[in-house]
């Protein structure tokens, strides 16, 4: 809501600095500023990265409700006693939290964590609420704000001390019924990237030591960014029954047997708009694709002082027009401003199409329609302008996908041996992938010199992972054909590396 | 979930027992569980009151954002310095707040509140984003939950440490036009209350002295519980230039003179949910509006073995229809439950509207459609199902909407001197309105004795209470023309004695 002009001018490179023109473009574009002082790590999030928020909300709640999921809310803080029998059960479950340590100006007698994540409280409650099989599956899911008190840099909606997430808890009967789910929310998080964001993910797991603590297996899509790493960008576990065993979550089956549970939990945060912001912004600032912008359409009238009143006139039954029609439009009948500032600020703050309308559309019965990724103009005719704004729209989505979809088929490269694997890394950044052998000692070799890791393994002939016992099948030996491309025993599956955020 | 029939039925007696009652009602009617071991005051929300508040949350959103508020959110915690600075301007503002004090293992330099409310954290924000008349007004709202460390009982939604609720921070040009502001989200949860939930609330302001600390006037909707007492169901606050001096709100107005603005703040919280629990539900359980009930429409078929088939094609027929004309509806068509246990449970969880189809309607073409409030039973015509339920749940509103009204209607009383008010207060409880001269000396006198007091005093000729210089209408001489109650100095205002939550 600044005044000044040379505020609405991206300075920094995207290609050289990344990191700088990103932080640039979320402050420029009005979508988040930095926590007060002595909060460093915290963000405000503006209403138009919040308005993108709630369009992604929207979006997956609705496919979450479609599929049996209610929502709840569980209380905001837990019992350090909690977190602890967490602890003991979930190995490697350690993380960084803040504690509330008084309250009402006494002491506690014991500290209550904020919530880094809600496993430890919401499990105990879904033992209590699953008595039968008729019980199950059962599923809840919260939208709520987490704290993790990593002592990195800042980046808004990447690496933020409290962010906004979604998480899911379910349970089940059979450890099948679990691998449903999981792969349900996966794909609901694919969805959620590329039929809305325009970005497309790789599906996979992470590895078998990799998972999230407790889980038996972690699944993922990851998203590359324009520096080249990947970015976890929504995960679904399948727990198996460490959970259920440790709180208890038994049923009783159709012969009145009494039996343990399967569970899985899956999150997906605001990291996702960071991804958004990262992928398809430029050095105009913001570009967002149609189903998650705040506004669609800007209407920018350009008038002399004698055409004034037909162009307002004109331009005002077209946003009427286009307001019937559901099109989030605005109309810029700004006086004290000039176009060419206007199309900046638009440009800057993202609004995927731009409508033209100045005298000469008047007098032709047309408007110019002008597409923010990259400034491609068509004239149009005012009749069925509805249509042609959908269709517009449309398009943008599929340009935006089209390119980040290029982006990444050209981003993924094959290597064998870990020198190459090292060397195309270095070179290109991006995603390389190799045959594995399944074993972490496998990994090693890459993430010490260069921090890149085993970010994903792919699923397979659409095997969903799993073999009769329960095990995870990147355990399984010898189906794949092809020797691990760092020890060259027989390879298990492919395996994606990468830096990663 | 539970399975146990037993677990279905009231024990409690909302008239004689209200408060054992209203607990029972929110535990067997699946609403909200208890904190854990260690959390006293904290609940958990479960589905059914979860999709209740969402419901809501939706009705008052879609209102804030067609009247200009953008959502946003900000941190969870608020330093120590800023709430401080807050106390310091803000007479009376100490709130009891909870306070992280170690985080990622180690001991912060300043505590950190978990935020009671965000004034202190959002009004520095506004003042960075405010440099023109042209950013005002500027509204920002946000849907979180807050902490509030009081030592009282919980009472699930009415009082609760941590609670959902909504806060809306808004700067303007001038008085009057924060005067509107106020108003106009008084207006809106008025509407929540009476359009939605069904509940007639009073409406006005708190006594001077009795306004939010920093506040020049806090407005008030006020709603009648069934044990007698008022609750302060939503506020709206009129901060004049409190905040903004202390935060240094200003702008630029159109001859570029710097001026400070004026504010206002204003929350609803999931107390809605409890007055609605309170207001409508009987000792079958939970009773609920068709407008916030997760499911309106419930079928249930009544079948012999031999009509079975027929008796449920033709139920899942009336579901669809209902489904397609967007009523939320259910077919219960579990088999090892008798029709009786599923009448039980539906009226326990609060389903406005009973579908009862055996195989006489099915022979007839017809339904029975029975109300939950009342049980009263209409057969109706299988054609034209849809337009048959939608009339009924208009009906089971107004139904709703009139006895509330009728009690409410009956629960004002008038009184004139110290102990007619006390008399009266004492014997029935509810309203006891009675002229006042507007000084707190003159509640005193009832306050002290039984803990009642002038919980709201109403607007006049539809003064928005406010004088041109800006002061409180209620400190206005001589305009009433009757005396006081208390001390029969010239009155003021009506005022509306009430014990209250």
Redesign the interface.
């Known amino acids: 809501?600044?005044?000044d002009v040379q505020e609405l001018g991206i300075t920094e490179s995207k290609s050289h600095n990344t990191g700088e023109w990103y932080a640039e473009v979320v402050r420029k574009a009005g979508l988040a500023?930095y926590?007060?002082?002595?909060?460093s790590g915290?963000?405000?999030?503006?209403?138009r990265a919040?308005?993108i928020?709630?369009r992604l909300q929207g979006f997956l709640d609705a496919k979450f409700k479609n599929t049996g999921v209610?929502?709840?809310?569980?209380?905001?803080?837990?019992?350090e006693?909690?977190l602890e029998r967490e602890k003991d059960i979930v190995e490697g479950f350690d993380p960084?939290?803040?504690?509330?340590?008084?309250?009402?100006?006494e002491e506690l007698?014991?500290?209550?964590a904020?919530r880094p994540t809600s496993e430890s409280?919401i499990t105990?409650?879904i033992s209590?609420?699953?008595?039968?099989h008729?019980?199950l599956p059962?599923r809840?899911n919260q939208w709520?704000?987490v704290?993790r008190?990593?002592?990195t840099e800042t980046k808004p909606f990447f690496r933020t001390k409290?962010f906004?997430w979604q998480e899911g808890h379910t349970a089940h009967a059979t450890h099948e019924d679990a691998w449903t789910e999981t792969l349900t929310r996966l794909d609901q998080y694919e969805s959620v990237y590329e039929d809305l964001l325009a970005i497309p993910v790789l599906k996979g797991q992470k590895p078998d030591y990799d998972t999230f603590p407790g889980a038996e297996t972690t699944t993922t899509v990851e998203a590359l960014m324009p520096d080249g790493k990947s970015v976890q960008a929504g995960t679904s576990h399948h727990l198996g029954q460490s959970f259920a065993a440790a709180f208890d979550i038994t049923f009783a089956d159709e012969d009145e047997n009494e039996r343990l549970a399967h569970t899985t939990s899956w999150g997906l945060s605001w990291r996702a708009i960071g991804a958004l912001i990262m992928t398809h912004s430029d050095e105009q600032g913001l570009v967002l694709p149609p189903g998650v912008a705040p506004t669609q359409a800007v209407i920018v009238p350009i008038w002399q002082e004698d055409t004034k009143d037909a162009v307002l006139e004109y331009a005002e039954g077209v946003a009427a027009d286009l307001d019937d029609a559901g099109v989030r439009v605005e109309l810029d009948d700004r006086d004290?401003r000039n176009p060419g500032f206007k199309f900046n600020e638009h440009e800057l703050n993202g609004i995927p199409l731009r409508v033209e309308i100045g005298p000469n559309e008047v007098d032709d019965g047309e408007l110019t329609l002008v597409h923010r990724p990259d400034g491609e103009s068509t004239v149009v005719d005012r009749e069925g302008v509805a249509a042609s704004v959908a269709a517009h729209l449309d398009e943008l989505y599929a340009k935006l996908y089209a390119a980040a979809e290029e982006t990444l088929d050209g981003e993924v490269r094959e290597a064998d041996g870990r020198d190459e694997i090292l060397g195309t890394l270095g070179q290109h950044g991006g995603y390389v992938k190799a045959p594995w052998c399944g074993d972490e000692a496998c990994e090693a070799p890459i993430k010490e010199p260069m921090a890149a890791e085993i970010v994903m393994v792919p699923f397979e002939d659409d095997d969903p992972l799993v073999d009769a016992d329960g095990d995870d099948a990147a355990g399984d030996a010898g189906s794949h054909g092809e020797t691990c491309a760092i020890c060259g025993e027989p390879a298990q599956r492919t395996a994606y590396f990468a830096k990663s955020y």
């Open positions: 809501m600044s005044d500023d926590g007060p002082e002595g909060m915290f963000i405000v999030t503006r209403p919040y308005a928020w709630e209610q929502n709840a809310y569980f209380p905001l803080f837990i019992p006693s909690y960084e939290v803040a504690w509330v340590t008084e309250a009402g100006n007698e014991e500290r209550l904020v409280i105990p409650y209590q609420w699953v008595r039968s008729r019980d059962l809840v709520c704000s704290v008190w990593e002592a409290e906004l004290e």
